[in-house]
């Protein structure tokens, strides 16, 4: 595929922001339509980036048969269901983690797309990230092997808000989209499967609905394991966390920088074309449609760490 990629980005808000912004710097690749709720923020973005197509609705963008892909940055509830309606009319799509908010709709993207043969990717920006990519090749190069992994993932979101502290409709979710970033990163540069998996959770929110601290532990059959401490309380530095516990170093890596267990910093400019994941995210899922094959983080890819948050699930709400 050598001709312009035409794309669809759904959801101006934080990510979507981030998503425009890395695509500005990829080659081949064009937005061609916006479409987020607010209609005139989401004009306003649009003449931003010059794109020209708006509108509310996803399924105005699906009918533009210009469109080649579609980006989803929407609510983590819409997720399966707009991810199936972009497979349905034949447009590739990558998905904002997480993939869905149940198993059940994480088995029907896997076998829609199985079925349509399109490129679909979920988000999960850990493996594309410079600092784990730097790990994942120490690994590769068998020079470094994990023991465990410390992660904490700590948000203040007593409210609900976005990434830029921006108030919005839907409400987050520690296990089903949090969590899904760790329990996927672990088994990924582990390179075995997760076959042991435990959590644990505080007070349910009154008015949130959900767990707003909650604790998991998890073992790959190779025998590494996994500490992960999660929360919507922490007042303090936000973001997430992750610390190697290696046979040969201790990592610690914080979104796309990387440092020594002794707080050096690791020069990670070299790993990739770029510093910035999410862009890094864009460049992988735009290749793997040029190239038609499967991306890194595919549906069929990610679809094992679905199976873990629903094996987490069954067990919090039988200890509940």
């Known amino acids: 595929m050598s001709k312009t990629i035409k794309v669809a980005l759904a959801g101006a808000g934080a990510f979507g922001i981030k998503h425009l912004d890395g695509i500005q710097n990829i080659a081949g690749v ?15 973005v649009a003449a931003k980036y010059g794109i020209g197509h708006v509108t509310t609705e996803l399924a105005d963008a699906l009918a533009l048969p210009e469109v080649d892909a579609v980006i989803l940055c929407t609510p983590t509830q819409m997720h399966a269901e707009q991810t199936l309606a ?15 908010d149940n198993l059940k709709g994480a088995e ?21 990230n410079p600092s ?19 992660v904490q993932t700590y948000f203040f979101r007593r409210t609900n808000t976005n ?51 909650m604790s998991i532990q998890l073992k790959a059959a190779n025998g590494a394991i996994c500490t992960l401490s999660l929360s919507f309380n922490n007042e303090g530095p936000l973001g997430t966390y992750f610390r190697y516990i290696g046979d040969t170093a201790t990592y610690l890596a914080r979104y796309d920088d990387l440092f020594t267990g002794k707080e050096e910093q690791i020069e990670v400019g070299h790993v990739a074309v770029s510093m910035n994941g999410i862009e890094l995210q864009d460049r992988e899922f735009f290749a793997a449609i040029k190239e038609g094959r499967e991306p890194n983080s595919s549906v069929a890819k990610v679809f094992a760490c679905y199976q873990v948050l629903h094996q987490l699930e069954q067990q919090l709400n039988a200890s509940a």
């Open 30 to 44: 064009e937005v061609v339509s916006l479409i987020s709720r607010d209609l005139e923020k989401t004009r306003e």
């Open 108 to 128: 029907e993207v896997v076998a829609l797309q199985q079925e349509t043969g399109l490129v679909a990717m979920c988000g999960h920006t850990r493996r594309f």
């Open 132 to 150: 784990h990519q730097y790990v994942n090749q120490q690994i590769t190069a068998g020079k470094f092997n994990i023991l465990q992994m410390d």
């Open 86 to 100: 972009c497979l349905r009319a034949g447009k590739h799509v990558q998905v904002e983690i997480p993939l869905a």
């Open 163 to 213: 990434a830029l502290g921006q108030a919005r409709s839907w409400t987050d979710h520690l296990l089903w989209h949090h969590a899904a970033h760790t329990v996927d990163l672990f088994a990924y540069q582990c390179n075995s499967p997760i076959v042991q998996a435990n959590a644990v959770q505080g007070p349910i929110h009154p008015v949130l609905g959900i767990a707003m601290d």
